[in-house]
């Protein structure tokens, strides 16, 4: 079996790190080499306002959903400009959540990649400790399979 029997649909979480770019670029690039689709993915954070006085939130609610949602598609630019270039398929999907890797495992599954391609942030020693890394837990709890840029 060759890569193009075994990928056909590309997962591509996208966030504001630079290495995001990097990650467009060669999952693009692969999706274009054996034929097959990508899906973008952004993972907005949830707003949760329980127990906040409404008048203390700049701007209200619905307009951070909004903001937030413009920002996921100034993220998604650069990847349906590769991907039209490119003679590439591509979707996109934004959704909230408080944790970007779980949105990234379900994602996967409910949308039928058979790849995810993200970044590996580089983060070391304690930094990686503390803040933990998504590219990790995506690693730990997906069983679809991972390819890590650098």
């Excluded at 467009?24 to 949830?46: D, F, K, N, R, Y």
């Excluded at 349906?80 to 934004?94: F, K, L, N, Q, S």
Aim: hydrophobic letters at 45%; glycine letters at 6%; a negative charge.
């Amino acid at each position: 079996m060759d890569s193009t029997d075994m990928f056909k649909h590309i997962l591509i979480p996208i966030d504001d790190d630079a290495g995001s770019r990097r990650v467009i670029e060669q999952a693009v690039a692969l999706a274009h080499s054996i034929g097959t689709c990508v899906t973008g993915l952004h993972v907005m954070m949830e707003f949760n306002v329980s127990g906040i006085v409404d008048e203390l939130i700049e701007p209200p609610l619905d307009q951070l959903q909004k903001l937030s949602r413009a920002h996921a598609d100034k993220l998604f630019s650069p990847l349906t400009y590769e991907a039209e270039h490119a003679g590439v398929a591509c979707d996109t999907i934004a959704v909230q959540g408080d944790s970007p890797w779980r949105a990234i495992v379900a994602k996967a599954a409910e949308s039928g990649c058979d790849l995810i391609v993200m970044a590996s942030h580089g983060r070391r020693g304690i930094t990686k400790f503390m803040l933990g890394s998504e590219t990790q837990q995506v690693l730990t709890h997906t069983e679809v399979p991972v390819l890590v840029v650098h």
